[in-house]
C-alpha cells in the first residue's frame, strides 16, 4: 500500500506507524533480495553484469521508498521516528553499495570474501539493532488510540527482538569466520553450542508472551533461528558438504520465517487486533 494512501497530516500515530513499518518491510525485503543475488553471483548462477543490474533495481526501489517516507505528511510529534526509519534506509543504501563494490572488485579471493561477509553482517546487524532500540523509545507515542493488544505484545516482545538481533548478528560472524581457509572447528562448535544454548532460552522466555497469530510467528522465526546455530556447532564438529548444505537450507528458511512474521504482526496491526 502506497504511503500515500495511508497517511494524512491528521493521521493518528499508529496509523503513522504502520506506514513507516510498511516502509521499513519494503527496504528489508529489497536487502533480502540483493543477498540472494549475492549467493547466485558467489556459486556462479549470474554474470557480473546480470547481478549488477538486479542490484541497481533494487538500489532504485530502496530509494523510491525513501522518497515517498520523505514526501508523505509526518505528525509532528513523530518526526524522529521518522528519521530512525530514514537512518535504517541509508544502512540499507550503504550495505546495497557495499555489495556492488564487492562485485567490482579486482580481487576476491577467498580472504576478501570472508572480510567482505563480516563486514556486511556488521552493517545490518547494528543498523537492525538500532531500529529496535528505536522503535522501543518511540512505542509510548505510537500506540495511544491505536490496537490494545498489538502494542501490548509489541512492548513485551521488543526486548526479545533486541536480544535476538545480537544473537543472530554474532551467529553469522561465526559463520563467515568459520569459511576461513584453516577455520579453528573446535572454537566453531563449542560457540556454536553456548550460542545455541542462548537461543533456546530466549525462544523459552518468549514463549511466555500470550499467543496469537503474530506471537506464534514470532516463535518460529526464532526456532529456525536455532536450528541455523545448530548446525553452525555441528559444521564445527563435521565440516562436510552436508553440513554446509544444512547451514544454507536452514539460513534460507530463516529469510522466509522473518519475512513472515513481520508480515505477521503488520497484518495484526493493520486489522487492529
Known amino acids: 500500500m502506497l504511503l500515500t494512501a495511508l497517511v494524512r497530516a491528521d493521521t493518528a500515530p499508529w496509523r503513522y506507524d504502520l506506514a513507516v ?4 518491510d519494503q527496504q528489508s525485503q529489497a536487502v533480502a533480495e540483493s543477498g540472494s ?3 547466485d553471483w558467489l556459486s556462479g548462477r549470474v554474470s557480473t553484469a546480470k547481478a549488477l543490474e538486479k542490484l541497481r533495481v533494487r538500489e532504485d526501489a530502496v530509494l523510491a521508498y525513501e522518497d515517498k517516507l520523505k514526501s508523505a505528511p509526518c505528525p509532528a510529534t513523530l518526526k524522529g521516528y521518522r528519521q530512525a526509519a530514514l537512518d535504517r534506509s541509508l544502512a540499507h543504501r550503504r550495505a546495497l553499495a557495499r555489495i556492488s563494490s564487492f562485485l567490482t572488485a579486482e580481487k576476491n579471493d577467498h580472504a576478501s570474501v570472508q572480510r567482505f ?13 538500532a531500529w529496535l532500540s528505536q522503535r522501543q523509545k518511540w512505542l509510548p507515542k505510537l500506540s495511544p488510540g491505536g490496537p490494545r493488544a498489538y502494542y501490548a505484545w509489541q512492548a513485551r516482545v521488543l ?5 535476538e538481533a545480537r544473537l543472530s548478528g554474532e551467529i553469522y560472524h561465526l559463520v563467515y569466520q568459520g569459511i576461513a581457509k584453516e577455520p579453528d572447528l573446535p572454537a566453531l562448535a563449542r560457540d556454536g553450542k553456548k ?9 523459552r522466555e518468549a514463549a511466555t508472551i500470550p499467543s ?14 536455532e536450528r541455523v546455530a545448530e548446525s553452525v556447532m555441528l559444521m564445527g564438529q563435521d565440516p562436510s558438504s552436508d553440513s554446509l548444505s544444512r547451514l544454507k537450507r536452514f539460513s534460507r528458511q530463516l529469510v522466509d520465517r ?11 496491526l493493520e486489522a487492529g487486533n
Open 21 to 24: 513499518q510498511r516502509f521499513v
Open 37 to 39: 543475488i549475492l549467493e
Open 117 to 129: 561477509s563480516i563486514d556486511l553482517n556488521g552493517i545490518l546487524s547494528t543498523a537492525t539493532l
Open 159 to 163: 526486548p526479545y527482538q533486541q536480544r
Open 195 to 203: 550460542l545455541l544454548g542462548q537461543l533456546t532460552a530466549l525462544r
Open 212 to 225: 496469537n497469530a503474530y506471537q506464534q510467528a514470532y516463535l518460529e522465526e526464532l526456532t529456525t533461528l
Open 258 to 268: 522473518s519475512r513472515a512474521a513481520q508480515e505477521a504482526a503488520l497484518k495484526g
